[in-house]
């Protein structure tokens, strides 16, 4: 089977609550942020972006916050379904340039 | 968002092949994207394939390991060359959107290194 969460950090939260995905970054120059959602046999799946001049950005179920004051991201989902069981990264860039770096990403596991 | 076929979806190899996954995209796209998934591990960019110029290639990747071809817009190829079984790992490719700053991946190959 899929060996993608293997080593990563494992969040775990019941059916219905809300879930929070912390994600720190590294580069300050960095001026535009990614999160994907990579379910297991699955590349990564585009969820929501945010520009370094927004500090949040709502999507259907989902929210992300920026603070670009300590480097750190964040990443909400409302009312959470077993279909988010997945392992979620986040990405940034700089310069409006294509070349994105990943987090180290994190197992989201959905309880029933 | 792009659709993106990756070929083959996964495959086991002995040691000393080389392998080459295809990428092919539905609309033309300037710039495809090469990474390799380590297991338990996140994406690392292996190099940028534009139609019409040699690939570049990031820090820790030369062009003799992953030969990289971009001959059009919607298609492009990387080669794993003589696999070892370190090389075991998820390729995955990218193609940038409308958006430019937003990447879309494929399923990825699965490689297994005997």
């Known amino acids: 089977g899929e060996s993608v969460g293997l080593h990563l950090p494992t969040l775990s939260v019941q059916e219905g609550d809300n879930s929070i995905i912390n994600c720190a970054y590294s580069?300050?120059?960095?001026?535009?942020f990614i999160w994907y959602k990579q379910e297991s046999g699955k590349g990564p799946q585009f969820i929501i972006d945010?520009?370094?001049?927004?500090d949040k950005r709502q999507g259907q179920r989902v929210t992300v916050l920026l603070n670009k004051t300590v480097k750190h991201l964040s990443l909400q989902i409302a009312a959470t379904q077993p279909g988010d069981s997945a392992v979620y990264f986040c990405a940034e860039s700089t310069g409006g340039g294509n070349k994105l770096t990943f987090g180290t990403g994190t197992q989201l596991k959905v309880e029933l | 968002s792009a659709v993106i076929s990756q070929k083959p979806s996964r495959d086991i190899c002995q040691r000393g092949t080389s392998l080459t996954i295809q990428c092919q995209v539905d609309s033309q796209v300037t710039m495809m994207f090469w990474y390799r998934q380590q297991p338990g591990q996140s994406l690392t960019l292996i190099a940028t394939a534009n139609q019409g110029s040699e690939a570049t290639y990031e820090s820790g990747f030369v062009i003799d390991k992953f030969p990289i071809s971009r001959p059009n817009l919607t298609f492009s190829t990387l080669t794993v060359s003589n696999m070892s079984p370190e090389d075991s790992s998820i390729y995955l490719c990218?193609?940038?959107?409308?958006?430019?700053?937003?990447?879309?991946f494929g399923a990825g190959t699965r490689l297994s290194v005997l």
């Open positions: 990218s193609v940038e959107g409308q958006g430019k700053d937003i990447q879309y």
């Open positions: 945010i520009r370094s001049n927004m």
């Open positions: 580069n300050s120059a960095s001026d535009y």
